[in-house]
């Protein structure tokens, strides 16, 4: 048999995948090899390709519920407990921590506030309002919903990467900052961004919507992505790895809520 040429370009596909498979172990639950996840560097740039991922899959369990006849609502429900557990609730950990920081008058107890494991009365009540908005747009949607859920969940993971590139981290230590050091710009968000244009030209190549509907579809995700990433650092001055969780999760809600309310 012969051996696979060690050039640089074999490197680099071997590099490349080695840190998306690693952006999977930490982002999701999908259980992989630990031989085939070595590489953390970067893996924050893959994150926007993840929540296209974790979106196909929600939209597959829709189609396989819809299959048995569940109801719409009950459907919707499920797909939202499938969403927080192929993620381990990583980011809706974070959207708590953070609420229950930002509940805090004081700015100065806010971080230690939100380092604290034991969820407050305003991380409850923001993880019950995100779950409740989710639940009620999906069962409202009119647009196809895997295609949906693809778009949503990547242009939330893309204003997570806008937030580690443009926004100081406030920890001294952390997994967030790991990944602000580790980013390359702007190639890393370039790539995530290209992603999910073309998942969002699907709307108009298959027919669901007008091509000036697809314009006014991407403004308003990315604006959205940008935005919310933008609050929390205007709140607190910066970011945490909590607020990165909380980008995620209230932009998927605004993003949905723009969705069912305008599409």
Not at 19 to 38: A, D, E, G, K, Q
Not at 216 to 243: E, P, R
Request: proline fraction near 3%; charge should be neutral; aromatic fraction near 14%.
């Amino acid at each position: 048999m012969s051996r696979v040429p060690q050039n640089s370009v074999w490197l680099w596909v071997k590099y490349s995948i080695s840190s998306f498979l690693s952006s999977v172990i930490f982002y999701t639950v999908i259980p992989l090899p630990s031989r085939w996840t070595n590489n953390w560097l970067r893996i924050a740039r893959w994150s926007p390709l993840i929540g296209l991922i974790i979106g196909l899959l929600l939209g597959l369990l829709d189609i396989c519920l819809q299959f048995f006849g569940l109801p719409n609502l009950t459907r919707s429900g499920l797909i939202v407990a499938a969403w927080v557990g192929i993620t381990g609730g990583l980011h809706l950990d974070g959207a708590m921590d953070t609420a229950d920081g930002l509940a805090v008058t004081d700015q100065h107890r806010r971080l230690s506030v939100m380092k604290d494991s034991a969820t407050g009365a305003f991380g409850a009540i923001a993880a019950i309002i995100i779950l409740l908005l989710k639940t009620a747009a999906i069962s409202e949607m009119s647009l196809p919903l895997w295609l949906v859920l693809m778009s949503v969940a990547g242009w939330a993971r893309w204003g997570q990467v806008i937030a580690i590139a443009f926004y100081p981290y406030l920890r001294e230590t952390g997994k967030g900052l790991f990944h602000q050091e580790n980013l390359k710009l702007p190639l890393d968000i370039l790539g995530g961004l290209l992603c999910l244009l073309g998942c969002s030209s699907l709307f108009f190549w298959l027919g669901y919507l007008q091509w000036w509907q697809v314009v006014a579809l991407v403004w308003g995700s990315s604006a959205i992505a940008f935005l919310t990433g933008y609050w929390f650092n205007w709140q607190l001055q910066g970011h945490t790895g909590d607020t990165y969780g909380a980008v995620v999760e209230w932009s998927e809600v605004f993003i949905l809520c723009l969705l069912t309310g305008v599409f």
